[in-house]
C-alpha cells in the first residue's frame, strides 16, 4: 500500500461529493465542497450518500473504516482525518 496522500484522497472524496450533489440537482460551486463545510447540514447530503462515498473511498484506497468511525464524519476535513487514521500501516 502506498504512503497517505492527501491531496489524492482530497480530490476523490471532492469527485464523490460533487457526483452526489449533481445528482440531487445542486448547481455545485467553486469552494462548496471544503474543509469546515458541513456535509449533512449545510450540502444536504445524507447518511446513505455518506455511507456510498464511504465505501467507494475503501474501495478506491484498500482500506476499511470502521462503523464507530463513520459517525464523526462531517466535512472534508473530518473525512480526511479518519481515513488517515485508518489507512493501512506498512
Known sequence: MPAFNK???RKTIHGL???VL????V???PGMVVEGVSMIMQL???SLDILQ???SVEKKFGLRIPEEELKKIDDMGSFLR???KN???G
Do not use: Y
Request: charged share 45%.
Open 7 to 9: 491531496e489524492e484522497v
Open 82 to 84: 479518519t481515513v488517515e
Open 22 to 25: 449533481k445528482r440531487k440537482k
Open 87 to 89: 489507512w493501512p500501516k
Open 53 to 55: 462515498i464511504v465505501a
Open 17 to 19: 461529493v460533487t457526483d
Open 27 to 29: 448547481a455545485v460551486k
Open 44 to 46: 444536504g447530503i445524507d
